[in-house]
């Protein structure tokens, strides 16, 4: 048999009861706020650095971001990881202020090189994906020659870096071509 409570009683115990789920919630959520800003500072790798030529390379979410005047650049490796490219390239100023064509059989590669020169810095007028002249391409995609600034990107056997005119070609394995792009911006921009 169930005990015979008063309305009152009730109330004050369906208050409480509310009450406590509310405070409850409330912690759950700071205590989340909170673990999800410390575990920032985890996955920093202890705040690695790496000083290269003078530039100060910090890694912040898996990804390695140096100041250089008013820009902030950010790789997938820094410059002690990538291999030194002895190839002669366009310096940085080359792609100021225009298009930039690329044409790429990697998307983490293209990604790479698309926020470096254009969505974090606005270096490049835009970027969009282009065929080269004399090239069989899938899409609808312009057609362009090394008179423009253009960046090829495709699998090979051989790791590579070139210029030609105005295009630049990056190949290597699959699992190399971001540290390529990596060694390519390097470059251009002048810390390697």
Known sequence: ?????????????????????????IAVMVLSVLGYSLSGLGNNSSGSVVNYNGFKFTQTSN??????????????????????????????????GKPLYISSEDMGTETEIYKNLFYQNQI????????LSGENCSGDYPIKTCQDNFIIIKESTNDMIKQQDNCVFIEGNKENLTKLSDSFLFKIIGIQ
């Open 63 to 96: 990804f390695w971001n140096v100041n250089i005047g008013a820009n902030t650049f950010s790789f997938a490796y820094n410059p002690t990881q990538t291999e030194k490219i002895n190839s002669t390239l366009n310096l940085l100023s080359s792609y100021n």
């Open 124 to 131: 490049a007028q835009r970027v969009q994906e282009a065929c």
């Open 1 to 25: 048999m169930r005990k015979i409570i008063s309305k009152e009683a009730e109330e004050r115990k369906k208050k409480r009861n509310q009450w406590l789920v509310g405070v409850i919630l």
